[in-house]
């Protein structure tokens, strides 16, 4: 009995310890997300710039609005998208690595609590939510169409997110 309650203090201490870290890598993966995503917005606000800058030579404001279109689209649909895609891999790779550092830390403590119905249920249901993070999108665009676009993180299983 001495033993399981050990045992389940190492446990529950290993688990917060991978909490942890992987909070650590999510904050670093969200803080490179903003800062190349605001770079990327940064470089679209000066191109939409020129673009009015250059006006000049068209006849009515019309003839740039198609302009200025294509460049916000362009941001959205594939310059913000790839980067949230880019940021999800990076993120389930991170997950990945962190969690499989934890279960070769958790196998000797597991090993001998083999026949213990608590610890398989534990590994069942881990295996089960992990599966069900590293399935999904970690980061993802929310394109819905609301007439203001704001920016910003939301959560989705935990993870963040970016809201557009």
Request: hydrophobic share 35%.
């Amino acid at each position: 009995m001495k033993d399981i309650v050990r045992t389940e203090r190492k446990l529950s201490r290993k688990v917060g310890y991978l909490a942890d870290d992987l909070d650590s890598v999510f904050r670093a993966i969200v803080s490179k997300g903003c800062r190349e995503m605001e770079s990327e917005v940064d470089r679209t606000c000066r191109a939409m710039t020129r673009i009015v800058n250059e006006w000049g030579i068209y006849s009515k404001v019309d003839n740039i609005l198609p302009q200025l279109e294509s460049e916000l689209q362009k941001l959205v649909t594939r310059t913000l998208k790839y980067e949230m895609d880019d940021l999800s891999n990076e993120a389930r790779d991170g997950i990945k690595k962190r969690v499989g550092d934890f279960l070769a830390d958790m196998d000797p403590i597991i090993s001998k609590m083999q026949d213990s119905r608590d610890v398989q249920e534990f590994q069942n249901h881990l295996d089960k939510e992990l599966k069900i993070v590293i399935d999904d999108d970690l980061f993802k665009m929310d394109n819905s169409e609301d007439e203001e676009v704001n920016y910003g993180w939301g959560m989705s299983h935990g993870i963040a997110y970016m809201v557009s």
